[in-house]
């Protein structure tokens, strides 16, 4: 199984500062990774899918980088909806999908 | 627009069972691979099954495997998951998603985020 590790737990920014978040793979899965955004009470929302593609409908202040085991999604300017739960996912062992554990988003 | 509607949860007993169901409309169910994905309280996502559009191929995470069934009839734009001999940590919100393509072919769900799930509670 393909362990995914994000940092921090819980980042803590002020409104309008950029936001970086941090995933880890415990082996490679070259660019078949997705990051969710989930909010109290509702289902994951897709970000971003082959580490850097933006899903239809996500503002252009969210992007993702990396390849291989290092990911990175960044919020340049963050608005007050953006405070929420992130999660990482790799899908190159599909079915076999894993998420990380996630990241807490919380407004400093 | 991609709508998948979860149904089915409540409060089951240890050992008992439960089915879910998923309705989904917005897109060419048929054509769509579909997952299972769960949330136990206050954790994080866990990956549960998935079956082709076809429904020829079930997976199972090991957690469920050989408790768990998925199926689907794509005549109905419904996704199944019967639950048997439930345990106190199948307790979580269940999720539905289809699956979609990236560039290089690979499939990777996709939630309707409107959506809350349904949730499961076992316990005695």
């Known amino acids: 199984e393909i362990v995914m590790t994000q940092s921090p737990a819980t980042l803590s920014v002020s409104p309008g500062e950029r936001a970086t978040l941090s995933c880890r793979a415990s082996q490679s899965v070259s660019s078949n990774l997705a990051w969710y955004q989930q909010n109290p009470g509702q289902a994951p929302r897709l970000l971003i899918y082959?580490?850097?593609i933006r899903a239809t409908g996500i503002p252009a202040r969210f992007s993702g980088s990396g390849s291989g085991t290092e990911f990175t999604l960044t919020i340049s300017s963050l608005q007050s909806e953006d405070f929420a739960v992130y999660y990482c996912?790799?899908?190159?062992?599909?079915?076999?999908?894993?998420f990380g554990q996630g990241t807490r988003l919380e407004i400093k | 627009e991609l709508q998948l509607l979860e149904s089915g949860g409540g409060l089951e007993q240890p050992g008992g069972s439960l089915r879910l169901s998923c309705t989904a409309s917005g897109f060419t169910f048929s054509s769509f691979a579909m997952t299972w994905v769960r949330q136990a309280p206050g954790k994080g996502l866990e990956w549960v099954s998935s079956i082709i559009n076809s429904g020829s191929s079930t997976y199972y995470a090991d957690s469920v495997k050989g408790r768990f069934t998925i199926s689907r009839d794509n005549s109905k734009n419904t996704l199944y998951l019967l639950m048997n001999s439930l345990r106190a940590e199948d307790t979580a919100v269940y999720y539905c998603a289809n699956n979609q393509y990236d560039s290089s072919g690979y499939p990777f769900p996709n939630f309707d985020y409107r959506g809350q799930g349904t949730l499961v509670t076992v316990s005695s």
């Open positions: 996912q790799q899908y190159k062992k599909w079915p076999t999908i894993t």
């Open positions: 082959g580490a850097s």
